[in-house]
């Protein structure tokens, strides 16, 4: 049982390129997650998917588009890297609740130049 | 607004001794409260969660969490310390009705041999 994948683990990217990291899950879980986590800060959400065909934005949002291609997967896209994108990124699903736990993919250590 | 608040960024206990790790929330309905845990270049776990019900919870690997609605807290116990236990832990906060975890900056353990 993979559980939730994330690819790819390591990325460096020049200011300006433009990267998607891609997330499935298999557990037919109807939520999906993306949050980044920084020293100190903890884990913001930047994007979330309570359902297929739905995305909201979460706390920081700013520089990134989402896509939930299907109930599976769930992409996150930099369309212009920045340095303060420098960070890592974890994907996240529960079945459907907010009381439901956060199953999380292993994180992209994403460097941005 | 829900918040939570991690006392201490590092604690460092050594092996055999109490592990307390301290987390406050702040929530103007009722919380469902949660401690994960991250071992290095890995995803969050799951280790307990407060719903309702019973105060005291019980969790994987020996740990524990009293909620305290009094004090707002819910800190994170272990009897004796492993040094497997070494890892960064925090505590997050969600409400029915929204799908946003709100995580704490987290704990980082250290178990001194």
């Known amino acids: 049982n993979a559980g939730v994948t994330q690819t790819p683990k390591f990325q460096v990217l020049k200011t300006g390129q433009s990267m998607t990291l891609q997330c499935a899950q298999d557990m037919n879980h109807n939520s999906m997650y993306w949050y980044r986590q920084d020293p100190g800060m903890g884990l913001r959400l930047i994007y979330y998917?309570?359902?297929?065909?739905?995305?909201d934005k979460g706390e920081v949002p700013n520089g990134y588009n989402v896509s939930r291609l299907n109930k599976r997967e769930f992409s996150l896209r930099l369309e212009s890297a920045a340095p303060s994108q420098t960070s890592v990124y974890f994907c996240a699903s529960n079945r459907d609740a907010t009381n439901e736990k956060l199953f999380f993919g292993s994180g992209t250590q994403l460097s941005v130049l | 607004a829900q918040s939570v608040t991690q006392l201490g960024s590092h604690v460092s206990v050594s092996e055999g001794a109490l592990v307390l790790l301290r987390c406050n929330y702040s929530?103007?309905?009722?919380?469902?409260l949660f401690w994960y845990v991250q071992y290095p270049n890995q995803g969050l776990q799951l280790l307990l969660k407060y719903t309702t019900g019973a105060t005291l919870v019980k969790g994987i690997n020996g740990f524990e969490a009293e909620f305290k609605k009094s004090e707002t807290s819910f800190h994170l116990t272990k009897p004796s310390a492993h040094m497997s236990d070494a890892a960064e832990y925090f505590c997050a906060v969600s409400s029915s009705g929204t799908y946003k975890y709100i995580f704490g900056t987290g704990t980082r353990l250290k178990v001194l041999a």
């Open positions: 929530s103007s309905v009722p919380p469902y």
């Open positions: 998917s309570a359902s297929e065909g739905t995305t």
